[in-house]
């Protein structure tokens, strides 16, 4: 493998899944032209309107398990596998499908949708059917507590003191399928470049932060990721 570089961190959105037909958020069509993200995306929406918030993503979650990974998803795995060095692969995407084409050095910073979480005693637990106001939390057995286990608007995203770590460390960063307008994601390109990382966007199009990015490659991403990966690899 002729890589130079050491340490590698990938941050993937929606557009890497759109190919398994999972809705983008931003695009025409997107989730967020059809739905109010207020209502269906922040702590205020659910406690207004919680069956609206569960109906919401019951679909999505229905929706995900019919879904199977494309091959972006497969060659960032089989990056993974042959990637000498350190290695991260941060999704914003709360599909599973990074997982299921055999990636583990991933995590999930705006959480899972196959999960769930009890607003009462903190309990996570897999969930792959819908839930409703009823549903009772298993530890707790307290019902009305439960909720999807994702990072709605005005709430912290995940593990990011390993990913402020991992950027600070990398020599190469890689964005693919997304769109730019999320922070504190849409930042790292930013963080990466200040540690003097190579910076690559594999896109549909230029993302809202394109110009921050040395290397820069737009098509569909079951074909451009493998086709970048594949040189990464020679
Ligand atoms: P967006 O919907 O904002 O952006 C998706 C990006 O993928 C766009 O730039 C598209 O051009 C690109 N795209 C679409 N189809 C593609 C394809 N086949 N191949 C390659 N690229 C493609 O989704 P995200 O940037 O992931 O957060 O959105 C970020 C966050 O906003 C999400 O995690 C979610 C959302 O609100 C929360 O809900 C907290």
């Known amino acids: 493998m002729a890589t130079n570089y050491r340490s590698l961190v990938i941050l993937t959105g929606a557009g890497i899944s759109a190919e398994s037909g999972l809705g983008t958020f931003r695009d025409k069509d997107g989730l967020w032209t059809k739905y109010d993200l207020r209502d269906v995306a922040t702590p205020e929406g659910f406690e207004r309107n919680p069956a609206l918030v569960h109906d919401f993503y019951n679909a999505r979650r229905r929706n995900l398990i019919e879904a199977a990974p494309n091959p ?20 914003q995407n709360v599909d599973d ?39 009772a939390c298993p530890a707790c057995a307290t019902p009305g507590y439960m909720r999807p286990h994702v990072v709605w608007f005005g709430e912290m995203p995940f593990y990011m003191d390993r990913i402020e770590q991992a950027l600070n460390g990398c020599d190469l960063f890689v964005s693919i399928g997304t769109s730019g307008n999320v922070y504190p994601a849409a930042g790292f390109v930013a963080e990466a470049r ?14 809202e932060g394109f110009s921050h990015f040395a290397e820069k490659r737009y098509g569909a991403a079951s074909e451009i990721v493998p086709a970048y990966v594949q040189e990464l690899l020679r």
């Open 194 to 207: 200040r540690r003097r990382a190579h910076t690559v966007e594999l896109n549909l199009e230029p993302s």
């Open 97 to 135: 499908l990074h997982e299921r084409a055999g990636s583990t050095k991933l995590l999930h910073m705006h959480g899972e949708l196959l999960k769930i979480r009890c607003e009462s005693c903190g309990n996570v637990l897999p969930c792959r059917e819908d839930i409703d106001l009823s549903s």
């Open 72 to 91: 972006a998803h497969a060659a960032l795995a089989a990056l993974e596998r042959a990637w000498p060095g350190d290695f991260l692969l941060v999704t």
